[in-house]
């Protein structure tokens, strides 16, 4: 038994807030969150760790990642001479990064090869180092359509639900869809076009819904989102509202996803500021207009960053994730707002609500502490002293948390 005191301790739920606060923790679980001496007599026999000066609160938790790529502009050509065996550790590094700036769960939204499984249970056995992973697997796409090149392409239902079943019986804890066509795959669909409707997207939710799991629809344009919303996805991610000529949020559409409670990954992360130098102002205050007006609208949003992938051009690392927390700040999003889109929102949106994304007895010993308070700062959530996994705690000595992939 282990119990970690600080002056702050945050549940993950907008607004909880324990001072002088103590999380009694037994080998993988939380046994109780409370203010100091709550733990009563198990807390005494527990070996004590005093952390005056900072914050405790869940381990973080990034909805849209890509473990298999590096960060650099394209990865479909340079996906092609790399091994699966030199892809999957690389994959094990990129998680050890993301690890190591407090992400304790990721859900990976598209590998190839089923990799993403493969570096899931060697986690979870301690052979590699690594947040918890949701693993999508190959994302579900038309022949030649966005990300085709992982494996997943199925143009008619029958294809479709072939896929979806090929995935879950390998293992995959949700299902990836491509809505909508996107940037980053030569000859695709442009992202402003929709590549499946609704009865299509509704084979996947169907198929995901009898195995208990969710999905995750990748959408840029209008009618990709709304196909999205009728067939019950559970995340919709970007969701940037693209159109042949740029960012146009519709406010009766903004409203439907509202109402719907769907969740919405916009996928902004720690580069997303340097949009600003390479496509200009209105780009920026485009995207980030829209991230707000779904926050004014009631829109569920989750933090995710997309990382793996570079976005226009902009390298887009997997370390950059508190940098993604900062642009909902610039969204107008409070910083207690935010810890919960990041922690209890995002568990929840990526199905393991029931065992993280907040301090609860119970639930996995997954956390951090970090120097000071990021209620007031949300950049002290870079200050990193702890980091537990399931109980078991990531060392930060020697770590170098700086990307080195960006080549
Ligand atoms: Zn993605």
């Given at each position: 038994?282990?119990?970690?005191?600080?002056?702050k301790?945050?549940?993950?739920?907008?607004?909880?807030?324990?001072?002088?606060g103590?999380?009694?923790?037994?080998?993988?679980?939380?046994?109780?969150?409370?203010?100091?001496?709550?733990?009563?007599e198990?807390?005494e026999?527990?070996?004590?760790?005093e952390?005056?000066?900072?914050t405790?609160?869940?381990?973080?938790?990034?909805?849209?990642?890509?473990?298999?790529f590096?960060?650099k502009?394209?990865?479909?050509?340079?996906?092609?001479?790399?091994s699966?065996?030199?892809?999957?550790?690389?994959m094990?590094?990129?998680a050890?990064?993301?690890?190591?700036?407090?992400?304790?769960?990721?859900?990976?939204?598209?590998?190839?090869?089923?990799?993403?499984?493969?570096?899931?249970?060697?986690?979870?056995?301690?052979?590699?180092?690594g947040?918890?992973l949701?693993?999508?697997t190959r994302?579900?796409?038309?022949?030649?359509?966005?990300?085709?090149?992982?494996?997943?392409?199925?143009?008619?239902?029958?294809?479709?639900?072939?896929?979806?079943?090929?995935?879950?019986?390998?293992?995959?804890?949700?299902?990836?869809?491509?809505?909508?066509?996107?940037?980053?795959?030569?000859?695709?669909p442009?992202s402003?076009?929709?590549?499946?409707?609704?009865e299509?997207?509704r084979?996947?939710?169907?198929?995901?819904?009898?195995?208990?799991?969710?999905?995750?629809?990748?959408?840029?344009?209008?009618?990709a989102i709304?196909?999205?919303?009728?067939?019950?996805v559970?995340?919709?991610?970007?969701?940037?509202?693209?159109?042949?000529?740029?960012h146009?949020?519709?406010?009766?559409?903004?409203?439907?996803?509202?109402?719907?409670?769907?969740?919405?990954?916009?996928?902004?992360?720690?580069?997303?500021?340097r949009?600003?130098?390479?496509?200009?102002?209105?780009?920026?205050?485009?995207?980030?207009?829209?991230?707000?007006?779904?926050?004014?609208?009631?829109?569920?949003?989750?933090?995710?960053?997309?990382?793996?992938?570079?976005?226009?051009?902009?390298?887009?690392?997997?370390?950059?994730?508190?940098?993604?927390?900062?642009?909902?700040?610039?969204?107008?999003?409070?910083?207690?707002e935010?810890?919960?889109l990041?922690?209890?929102l995002?568990?929840?949106?990526?199905?393991v609500g029931?065992?993280a994304?907040?301090?609860?007895?119970?639930?996995?010993?997954?956390?951090?502490?970090?120097?000071?308070?990021?209620?007031?700062?949300l950049?002290d959530?870079?200050?990193?002293?702890?980091?537990l996994v399931?109980?078991?705690?990531?060392?930060?000595?020697?770590v170098?948390?700086?990307?080195?992939?960006?080549?």
């Amino acid at each position: 038994m282990r119990i970690i005191r600080a002056t702050k301790v945050l549940t993950g739920r907008s607004g909880q807030v324990i001072a002088d606060g103590e999380v009694l923790i037994d080998g993988p679980k939380i046994v109780s969150v409370g203010p100091r001496g709550s733990a009563g007599e198990a807390g005494e026999a527990a070996e004590v760790i005093e952390l005056p000066g900072h914050t405790v609160l869940p381990g973080l938790i990034d909805a849209h990642v890509h473990l298999g790529f590096d960060a650099k502009v394209d990865p479909v050509t340079r996906r092609s001479p790399e091994s699966d065996h030199h892809l999957l550790l690389r994959m094990a590094e990129n998680a050890r990064k993301l690890v190591s700036a407090g992400v304790t769960t990721a859900r990976d939204l598209g590998a190839r090869g089923f990799l993403d499984l493969d570096l899931r249970d060697a986690i979870e056995e301690g052979l590699a180092v690594g947040p918890h992973l949701v693993a999508a697997t190959r994302p579900i796409t038309i022949t030649g359509g966005h990300c085709w090149y992982m494996g997943g392409e199925a143009d008619d239902e029958p294809a479709i639900r072939r896929v979806a079943r090929e995935n879950l019986r390998a293992g995959a804890d949700c299902l990836k869809v491509m809505a909508s066509g996107g940037q980053m795959t030569p000859g695709a669909p442009p992202s402003w076009t929709s590549q499946y409707g609704t009865e299509q997207l509704r084979v996947v939710v169907e198929e995901a819904a009898a195995r208990g799991k969710g999905v995750a629809a990748h959408a840029h344009a209008h009618e990709a989102i709304r196909s999205s919303v009728e067939a019950g996805v559970t995340t919709i991610e970007h969701c940037t509202f693209f159109t042949r000529s740029g960012h146009r949020y519709d406010p009766e559409l903004i409203d439907v996803v509202a109402a719907s409670g769907t969740y919405v990954c916009p996928t902004v992360h720690g580069a997303f500021h340097r949009i600003r130098e390479v496509h200009g102002e209105a780009m920026l205050e485009a995207w980030l207009g829209g991230v707000s007006a779904m926050r004014e609208a009631g829109v569920r949003q989750i933090a995710g960053t997309d990382a793996g992938f570079a976005i226009g051009g902009i390298g887009n690392p997997t370390d950059g994730y508190v940098g993604g927390l900062e642009v909902f700040a610039m969204a107008g999003y409070r910083n207690a707002e935010i810890i919960e889109l990041a922690t209890v929102l995002a568990a929840d949106a990526c199905g393991v609500g029931e065992v993280a994304g907040s301090l609860d007895a119970g639930k996995r010993a997954d956390l951090i502490a970090v120097a000071g308070d990021p209620l007031e700062r949300l950049s002290d959530l870079r200050n990193l002293v702890l980091v537990l996994v399931s109980g078991r705690s990531v060392g930060q000595a020697g770590v170098d948390t700086v990307t080195a992939s960006l080549g």
